[in-house]
């Protein structure tokens, strides 16, 4: 584009200002995520901001292909909603109150000159900070402050719009690289906040629009960085180790008690609202009591619920193909790619009015959390509704829902599979039985591989429904497990240093060796599982396991457990090497 000269902004040039910003952030947002380095991120940065301007920018274009009754205004509040509901993570629902700024200011502008420019900056700000509960600095919201301030500075000294442009990208550059000062954890890594960055990235598309000439943006993590294995966190906690977020239909003054509520109940609290649609978003370890805190207010609606620490388990192996979760509806339909890694995962509010399950047609179903091949394959031929359950890329609440209803059945029993699948499956069950009137029973016992299938051994599917469920805790309760699985970074442990890559062994969930070798950490893990002592030993071949490991493990536990019955399963589990039960 040829130089402007510092000529106002049409209003007309919105839609391709959007796709300007939203390419910007496209072209960049695998960069950007990769500066999200911490043990326990706030999803992937750049994905979020790409996510949010898209659902913002096909607002609008569907907007105005539609002509909605009410002209220019219902057109600003429909780009504000698209963005608002299509706003994901923490970063996201920030970038969606820098979108409805815009909107807002320049609706019913003919031209965006420099005054405009500054006063639609000063409202991003004043939103953003007013979203978050408790605002850091060195974030996102310094960039948007000093590029405001920078802003309004260069009105004030005359400038047009290309010079208040220039003004604010160069102040919002220095402020990024100022974060790393400003936070400890970014001067541990070495790196910038990826919301900031992602911040530049996008005034700098502005700027790119205006002039044709986009200001150079520094976006990959410094040489000499191992990205995935820093080692520092996040504004977010272990201590808080769930991502709730979802829509909420309530008036936008519910928003500063919402706000209030949810900090009682973790951190990193964000609430926007668009005229009757807020969007919520907390970390916390009461998935629940979070939901619910919004149902006080109003009706709520694509519930995402993420375990931020197992993303990183799986951040390494699979990147999210993002481009086929940018062509789905986030209010009707979920982003998980199941055969991938679903970062997000939604539960889906099924409108009644327009959208009626099919009646039960049995008693009873169970619905199993797995995955690996021959895993599945097992339970599925037991009879069991299979949800994958991959470690890191967990099932949503929404899958977990659908396989409920799926079903058709009465009454479902819920095999969670893992620990921090637990409140998932419940948070799922109040759901099953508010909205489809469905009676469902969690086994909170069946929150391992080994569990699941012990549990599905004893299944009888004709048997009545309170005896099913009664035969399924009281097995899953029988079983001991515990896993060999790779560590994923360097760490202090209470077994001794731990180094990436190397074999961990844990039993019942604790911790009880470090090993370079994966045969020892095995021996050591069926020690603590006492498998000498067990009826039935099961071992589950993980999919990392070589071919001469699995022949000397299975060689290893019978050996362990001589007066036990053994049994060997190809399960194709990951990440975990091996997987042993016993009952």
């Known amino acids: 584009m040829p130089e402007r000269g510092g000529a106002p902004l049409s209003a007309r040039e919105l839609p391709a200002l959007f796709d300007h910003v939203h390419d910007a952030l496209q072209a960049r947002r695998d960069a950007i995520d990769d500066l999200n380095v911490f043990p326990v991120p706030d999803g992937d940065t750049g994905t979020n901001m790409t996510l949010t301007v898209r659902a913002g920018r096909d607002a609008l274009i569907a907007g105005r292909a539609d002509r909605p009754a009410g002209g220019r205004d219902a057109l600003a509040r429909e780009v504000i909603r698209g963005a608002v509901r299509g706003a ?26 420099a005054e405009v420019y500054a006063q639609a900056l000063e409202h991003a700000r004043d939103l953003a900070y007013e979203a978050v509960a408790e605002p850091v600095e060195g974030t996102i ?61 996008l005034l700098a598309a502005v700027h790119g629009h205006l002039t044709g000439e986009d200001p150079p943006v520094a976006v990959d993590p410094p040489r000499g960085v191992t990205v995935r294995t820093a080692g520092h966190v996040c504004h977010g906690s272990l201590a808080h180790p769930y991502e709730v977020q979802y829509l909420l239909d309530a008036t936008d003054a519910s928003a500063a008690p ?68 940018l062509a789905v509806d986030t209010t009707t339909r979920s982003v998980s790619d199941r055969a991938g890694s679903p970062r997000t995962i939604e539960m889906l509010h099924t409108d009644r009015a327009t959208h009626t399950p099919a009646p039960p047609q049995r008693e009873v179903a169970v619905v199993a959390v ?115 699985v790779d560590a994923i970074r360097d760490a202090a442990s209470p077994a001794g240093p731990v180094r990436a890559g190397q074999p961990l062994g844990l039993a019942d969930g604790q911790l009880v060796v470090v090993d370079d070798d994966p045969l020892r950490a095995l021996h050591a893990v069926c020690t603590a599982l006492e498998v000498s002592t067990g009826e039935v030993v099961t071992l589950l071949h993980g999919a990392n396991a070589s071919a001469a490991d699995r022949e000397a493990a299975a060689a290893l536990v019978t050996a362990l457990a001589p007066d036990a019955e053994v049994e060997v399963v190809d399960a194709g589990l990951a990440p975990a090497r091996f997987w042993v039960g016993v009952e």
């Not at 919201?141 to 004030?156: G, M, P």
């Not at 604010?168 to 690289?177: D, G, I, L």
């Not at 209030?260 to 969007?279: D, F, I, K, R, T």
């Not at 012990?454 to 004709?462: I, K």
């Open 141 to 201: 919201l310094t960039a948007i402050a000093t590029a405001a301030a920078a802003a309004r500075a260069a009105v004030d000294d005359g400038a047009d719009l290309t010079g208040a442009s220039v003004s604010a990208c160069a102040a919002t550059a220095v402020a990024v690289e100022r974060t790393r000062e400003q936070l400890e954890v970014l001067q541990q890594a070495g790196v910038v906040d990826a919301g900031a960055r992602g911040f530049e990235v």
């Open 88 to 113: 994901r993570g923490n970063s996201g629902v920030i970038i969606s109150q820098v979108v409805r700024a815009v909107v807002e200011v320049t609706t019913g502008e003919q031209a965006v000159d």
């Open 370 to 484: 797995l995955h690996g091949h021959g895993a599945v394959a097992l339970a599925r031929s037991l009879g069991a509704e299979v949800v994958d359950g991959t470690a890191g890329s967990l099932p949503s609440v929404a899958d977990l829902v659908e396989a409920a209803v799926a079903s058709r059945a009465q009454q479902v029993v819920i095999l969670p599979g893992h620990r921090n699948a637990v409140a998932a499956a419940r948070s799922a069950a109040e759901v099953v039985e508010r909205e489809y009137e469905r009676h469902v029973e969690v086994v909170d016992a069946a929150a391992s591989p080994p569990a699941v299938l012990a549990a599905l051994a004893l299944w009888e599917p004709d048997a009545p429904a309170a005896r099913v469920t009664a035969q399924l805790m009281d097995a899953a309760a029988a079983v001991r497990a515990g896993e060999v």
């Open 258 to 325: 919402l706000r209030v509520a949810l900090e009682q109940l973790g951190e990193s609290v964000v609430v926007v609202a668009a005229g009757g649609l807020l969007n919520v978003h907390v970390h916390t370890d009461r998935i629940g009591p979070a939901i619910e805190a919004g149902l006080a207010h109003g009706r709520p609606s694509a519930i995402e619920v993420v375990h931020l620490g197992e993303q990183v388990a799986e951040r390494d192996a699979i990147r999210v193909t993002t481009e086929a979760a």
